[in-house]
């Protein structure tokens, strides 16, 4: 099997699906209450848990990681920054070799079980991180209140503590001035959308993540069924504003164009303006205009061209004006693969 963020789907506007459920273990304070011996012993418990289960699960300790294996996991959205710039000592994962499976441990929380998938795929998803919940639970006696459900250390996901996302492309809303408007709609209807790596960063490429907000006095199901709504309604959006957009067909086509000729023959490149660039191809490939890339050859690049995973794939660690002219070869032979 191949990782899932190299996967096509037939979809176009919606780039991913993530599930994270968190854990907490009954009778070990939570993170920011106990010491490096209580990590230790909560990082030995998932290990003997996830042992001898069918996921294939590989636990790995931040500490024993250099920054650029650190960031990549980061820029593929299998960690969170703030898990990879702050919980050295304590940090650890347990991930597959598909990388559709990431536990965080002893990040916010105790456990966090993380599930991932290209496109829209919500119930499937969720179905897999219940089955690992559940199958964790054998061997682990979650924190829990008869009254408040599953507890956690912030209390805003106390309850299910399910955190559904999906990531959107939204180009058009962004180039018809329209994308504020829908932020504000989305938030008015009690979810969240935040920029590409979650709470407290910027979407850069036009892509957003929408999730929920309410954990609490609501089920699993009916959290994936209100995100499903609210996402079909952003997408509903977005096509509307394609469909303003192909009215002047030749400016578009002609700033898809220019973004395509750039990337293709530029000698070094930015990791700023790639994002924008592959931004523009995304939505030249969804509307029929860009034929010479393929999507999966975009998901490439989409990975291989941000700063660590660049140099875990040159095996080699490169400063910026570097990384810039190897973002640019690395272009060329994905495109020409």
């Not at 650029?68 to 996991?73: E, G, H, N, R, S």
């Not at 001035?177 to 829908?182: D, F, L, P, R, S």
């Not at 709470?199 to 609501?218: A, M, V």
């Not at 660039?277 to 989409?302: C, D, M, P, V």
Request: proline share 1%; charged share 25%; glycine share 6%.
């Amino acid at each position: 099997m191949s990782n899932w963020y190299f996967e096509t789907t037939n979809e176009d506007t919606v780039v991913s699906t993530r599930i994270r459920i968190a854990r907490n273990i009954s009778g070990i304070p939570f993170i920011n209450k106990m010491n490096n011996e209580q990590a230790k012993q909560i990082i030995k418990i998932v290990e003997d848990a996830t042992k001898n289960t069918n996921y294939g699960l590989k636990v790995m300790f931040l500490k024993d990681m250099d920054d650029i294996t650190k960031l990549a996991l980061v820029e593929k959205h299998l960690i969170s920054p703030e898990f990879a710039l702050n919980k050295n000592e304590i940090g650890a994962i347990a991930i597959n070799a598909e990388e559709n499976i990431c536990i965080m441990i002893n990040e916010e929380d105790h456990i966090r079980i993380q599930t991932f998938s290209a496109g829209l795929n919500l119930e499937n998803s969720l179905a897999l991180a219940i089955e690992i919940e559940e199958t964790l639970s054998k061997n682990i006696n979650y924190a829990y209140d008869e009254k408040y459900g599953f507890l956690t250390s912030c209390p805003t996901n106390v309850g299910t503590a399910l955190r559904a996302s999906i990531m959107v492309h939204l180009p058009a809303l962004t180039k018809t001035k329209n994308i504020v408007k829908v932020l504000n709609v989305v938030n008015g209807f009690g979810m969240n959308i935040r920029g590409i790596y979650g709470e407290g960063t910027n979407s850069k490429g036009d892509i957003y993540q929408i999730s929920n907000k309410q954990t609490l006095g609501i089920t699993e199901e009916e959290t994936i069924k209100n995100l499903k709504a609210i996402t079909d309604r952003v997408i509903e959006q977005e096509k509307m504003a394609r469909k303003i957009l192909t009215k002047n067909s030749i400016e578009l086509e002609d700033e898809i164009c220019r973004a395509y000729g750039i990337i293709t023959n530029c000698k070094k490149i930015s990791s700023e303006e790639c994002i924008m660039l592959l931004s523009e191809i995304r939505l030249g490939i969804e509307l029929g205009i860009i034929k010479q890339i393929t999507q999966a050859n975009l998901n490439k690049l989409e990975i291989y061209t941000k700063p660590a995973n660049l140099q875990k794939l040159a095996g080699q660690t490169l400063e910026g004006y570097e990384r810039d002219i190897k973002r640019a070869e690395i272009i060329k032979n994905i495109i020409n693969s």
